[in-house]
T-cell receptor, first 117, second 114 residues
Framework: NAGVMQNPRHLVRRRGQEARLRCSPM?????VYWYRQLPEEGLKFMVY????????ESGMPKERFSAEFPKEGPSILRIQQVVRGDSAAYFC???????????????FGPGTRLTVL | GENVGQHPSTLSVQEGDSAVIKCTYS??????FPWYKQELGKRPQLIID?????GEKKDQRIAVTLNKTAKHFSLHITETQPEDSAVYFC?????????????FGAGTRLAVHP
């Protein structure tokens, strides 16, 4: 069972360009979370999605950022018109539906390190 | 919303010593408290977690304690080894909403010296 996959692992964009980050959850996982980690800081929650639904986007900036988790394919975090302050590591995590007490663990992907020049 | 405090920000110990990292949380509704270890350039990995219906949990050299009244929880690592060197993050979450939105502390950089 492959773990959570993210691509690309490294992404360089110039100011004003768009960044698309992809996350494929673990097999059987229908819940996806996105977190942002600035250098030397902790992870900050951005958005939580289930298949085809955004459940909680309270941590996502209102402008330029969007996320989706279509019925088929990976979850996508999209950043339009990137600025230098968007440079960070973006991690996604997946978990199974929280049916039992052991279903709370989130499995993190390797992250995408975005650098905005 | 939930706020999680973590200290110390850096911790240096000799191999074989114990290390203790402390966290506080603000939202009394939080009921799940995981700890993650992150090595340089790697993904966070869960090392232990505790739910609010227990006060202590142990897994080999790692233990976590929770004080719900004071809203703080701690990670204890005994007999530290150089491979324990990493950044450790605590987190808190309220699972009653049906999902696990983790609010992380700022991290503790642990260095274990041989």
């Amino acid at each position: 069972n492959a773990g959570v996959m993210q691509n690309p692992r490294h992404l360089v964009r110039r100011r004003g360009q768009e960044a698309r980050l992809r996350c494929s959850p673990m097999k059987g996982h229908s819940h996806v979370y996105w977190y942002r980690q600035l250098p030397e800081e902790g992870l900050k929650f951005m958005v939580y999605l289930q298949k085809e639904n955004i459940i909680d986007e309270s941590g996502m900036p209102k402008e330029r950022f969007s996320a989706e988790f279509p019925k088929e394919g990976p979850s996508i975090l999209r950043i339009q018109q990137v600025v230098r302050g968007d440079s960070a590591a973006y991690f996604c995590a997946s978990s199974p539906p929280p049916i039992g007490p052991g279903d709370n663990e989130q499995f993190f992907g390797p992250g995408t390190r975005l650098t905005v020049l | 919303g939930e706020n999680v405090g973590q200290h110390p920000s850096t911790l240096s110990v000799q191999e074989g010593d114990s290390a203790v990292i402390k966290c506080t949380y603000s939202d009394s509704a939080s009921n799940y408290f995981p700890w993650y270890k992150q090595e340089l350039g790697k993904r966070p990995q869960l090392i232990i977690d505790i739910r609010s219906n227990v006060g202590e949990k142990k897994d080999q050299r790692i233990a976590v304690t929770l004080n719900k009244t004071a809203k703080h929880f701690s990670l204890h690592i005994t007999e530290t080894q150089p491979e324990d060197s990493a950044v450790y993050f605590c987190a808190a979450s309220d699972l009653s909403g049906g999902y696990n939105k983790l609010i992380f502390g700022a991290g503790t950089r642990l260095a274990v010296h041989p």
